[in-house]
């Protein structure tokens, strides 16, 4: 059975870091792209970036909002996903969920996702 | 980068009716190499993540009513609830997940409320 569980929200201060884990099983952590996405409460789900899978050296990609703020990284080791979040803003508060791509037999669809983690930036 | 617009934003329907919500990029996501459609539909129910609902703008995932059709090409893209039941209570979003174009932007949701 494939898993993710995100850990590491809480309440942060502006300009403040914070760093989410997603922990994952029931499949092959390498072979799949990971992506996280954000969702503010009450708003729609924001997609903030991926990082490749094996085959297509674990790079990265992020969205304007997040690039240079933002890092997407990965234990292969121990099947866990990170995003460290840095200067974080009263605008990064959301829920933030890992979500693993589904490849080409999903079209690239997210096919996975964790229950989320709550940030909140506030002073 | 792509735009993704859904309407309308939200709807109210009685269990039983069909419903159409539309899905409209900015870009064609048909990849000519392989004809294929890389847009997806999410559902949201209140409280949880969004789960897969279909993707390649037609394919149902395993646990999905075949009550639920998508459909479309290019730009303009439909989601259709035939025989609507209470449970279908969500939001539902549209995903571009073209290899080409980043980000892979959401639309805006369409919130489905039954009366």
């Known amino acids: 059975e494939v898993k993710l569980v995100e850990s590491g929200g809480g309440l942060v201060q502006p300009g403040g870091s914070l760093r989410l884990s997603c922990a994952t099983s029931?499949?092959?952590?390498?072979?799949?792209?990971m992506s996280w996405v954000r969702q503010p409460p009450g708003k729609a789900l924001e997609w903030l970036g991926f990082?490749?899978?094996?085959?297509?050296?674990?790079?990265?990609e992020y969205s304007a909002s997040v690039k240079g703020r933002f890092t997407i990284s990965r234990d292969n080791s121990q099947s866990i996903l990170y995003l460290q979040m840095n200067t974080l803003r009263a605008e990064d508060s959301a829920t933030y969920y890992c979500?693993?791509?589904?490849?080409?037999?999903?079209?690239?669809?997210?096919?996975?996702w964790g229950q989320g983690t709550s940030v909140t930036v506030s002073s | 980068d792509i735009v993704m617009t859904q309407s309308p934003s939200s709807l109210a329907v009685t269990a039983g009716e069909k419903v159409t919500m539309r899905c409209k990029s900015s870009?064609?996501?048909?990849?000519?190499?392989?004809?294929?459609?890389?847009l997806s539909w999410y559902q949201q129910k209140q409280g949880q993540p969004p789960k897969l609902l279909i993707y390649?703008?037609?394919i149902r995932e395993s646990w999905v009513p075949d009550r639920f059709t998508g459909s479309g090409s290019g730009t303009d893209f439909t989601l259709t609830i035939s025989n609507v039941h209470a449970e279908d209570l969500a939001v539902y979003y549209c995903?571009?997940?073209?290899?080409?174009?980043?980000?892979?932007?959401f639309g805006g949701g369409t919130k489905l409320e039954i009366k």
């Open positions: 979500a693993r791509d589904g490849g080409i037999t999903r079209y690239y669809a997210m096919d996975y």
């Open positions: 029931g499949f092959t952590f390498t072979d799949y792209y």
């Open positions: 990082i490749r899978n094996k085959a297509n050296g674990y790079t990265t």
């Open positions: 870009q064609s996501l048909l990849w000519s190499v392989n004809q294929n459609n890389y």
């Open positions: 390649g703008a037609s």
């Open positions: 995903q571009h997940n073209h290899g080409s174009f980043l980000p892979h932007t």
